[in-house]
């Protein structure tokens, strides 16, 4: 079973969120992160990373946030692509 992320808006100014594989790209107005759950794209202003942690995978961004994208992975489609990609090897 895969674990589920969960993301903790506290008064619009901090964000947790937590099963974490990759942080993909970030900086002031966005942050990229790949969850174990699917993609998560978090805009906003003056967006920093305030802490992560390794252990648990969780991290803690400060900042205004405007817009969170969630896109969850179509797990059949996911072993699909590793089915072929393995074949063209």
């Given at each position: 079973m895969d674990k589920i992320s969960k993301?903790?808006?506290?008064?619009?100014?901090?964000?947790?969120v937590d099963n974490i594989i990759k942080v993909k790209s970030f900086n002031t107005e966005e942050f990229v992160l790949e969850t174990t759950t699917g993609p998560l794209i978090i805009q906003g202003e003056g967006l920093e990373m305030d802490s992560i942690?390794?252990?648990n995978n969780k991290s803690c961004i400060k900042g205004i946030f405007y817009k969170i994208?969630?896109?969850?992975?179509d797990k059949k489609k996911k072993k699909d692509e590793n089915f072929i990609k393995k074949l063209l090897k």
């Open positions: 993301i903790i808006i506290n008064d619009n100014k901090q964000l947790e942690n390794t252990s994208i969630f896109h969850e992975v």
